[in-house]
């Protein structure tokens, strides 16, 4: 048990005190790192075993840290014996970051997730009994651009100028093409969806993520708080969005009348299974339910070259994960 180490540590075991000082090495590396992925941090939590009982292990892993806006209080830090009443702050009053002893359940927690579980086990059978096909989209790289926009691209008074439907009714490719430019490199000649919408947004994959040099967050359509940005370019001008760049989460659409008939609410998460030589289970797929909608899969060009997919193929519902924010 990793408990026995700080108690051997403080009993004066060279190897205990060893191991308690890389232990907290490696837990310093980890916060720091999350800093930085972050831009900073709100709260501090220990929680399980040790982070729960060990004092040392606590202030051990916050030396150092005030740099990052984290100092601990010596003297309640070394109060807290047994967590189980709830939450206990440790912050020093000039700490920066609120540092907290929170008690984990385990007991409860497992009991919780087993209930959970067995809940979806008589939908997932039963979804995967019912065999209804549904058609695969792959979403190549695109764009979607507000009215605003497609002026400050294309010229004063231009609207988008439909090519083709797409499976989606009211939607359509457009003849307008734009540049997308990166902090690494360019994307040329990426196409714009249509109509347009009130916010601007780029949907790519991760391999054109790359060579943008931009990391973009997985997100679903028009959830872009928080998202990088990048230049686009038209034909007579450019636009700097200060976000709208998504990796697409892959989802799936259906009509109110296709969610009754699979037992799905919008907002469900859901497992997808492709068939061939590369058969492949999709995780994570969210379900968007609404009248205007017609039964699809989409996915991105990444994850349909991993299945070796291609629009038109056939997916299956294998199961359910979560249900909407039920939990």
């Known amino acids: 048990d990793t408990r026995e180490i700080p108690d051997a540590a403080n009993a004066g075991d060279p190897k205990a005190m060893l191991a308690a000082e890389a232990f907290t090495y490696r837990l310093r590396k980890y916060i720091g790192a999350y800093y930085a992925a972050l831009g900073g941090l709100d709260v501090l939590v220990f929680t399980g075993g040790i982070g729960e009982n060990a004092a040392g292990t606590r202030s051990m892993a916050c030396q150092d840290l005030w740099s990052l806006g984290i100092l601990i209080d010596a003297v309640k830090n070394r109060a807290v014996h047994d967590a189980s009443e709830g939450v206990i702050d440790i912050s020093h009053p000039d700490s920066k970051v609120k540092v907290l002893v929170i008690h984990s359940d385990a007991s409860r927690m497992i009991a919780r997730e087993t209930i959970r579980v067995l809940g979806y086990q008589a939908l997932s059978r039963r979804l995967q009994a019912s065999q209804i096909p549904i058609p695969i989209g792959v979403s190549a790289h695109h764009v979607h651009l507000s009215q605003h926009d497609v002026e400050r691209l294309f010229g004063p008074g231009h609207t988008l100028t439909p090519l083709a439907p797409l499976e989606q009714p009211g939607q359509f490719a457009c003849e307008e093409q734009v540049r997308l430019i990166g902090p690494r490199g360019a994307v040329e000649r990426v196409r714009v969806l249509g109509p347009a919408r009130k916010e601007s947004q780029v949907e790519i994959a991760r391999t054109e993520g790359y060579r943008l040099g931009i990391r973009a967050p997985v997100r679903m359509s ?99 994960q979560k249900r909407g924010n039920r939990g």
């Open 222 to 320: 028009g959830d872009l708080d928080g998202t990088p940005g990048l230049i686009l370019e038209g034909t007579v001008g450019q636009v700097e969005l200060k976000n709208g760049v998504i990796y697409a989460q892959r989802h799936i659409h259906m009509t109110p009348t296709d969610a009754r008939r699979l037992g799905l609410e919008n907002g469900d998460v859901v497992r997808v299974r492709v068939e061939g030589e590369r058969e492949l289970i999709f995780g994570d797929v969210a379900v968007r339910v609404s009248p205007k909608f017609k039964l699809e899969f989409h996915l991105d060009t990444d994850e349909a070259n991993a299945a070796e997919l291609n629009t038109g193929d056939i997916a299956y519902l294998d199961g359910i």
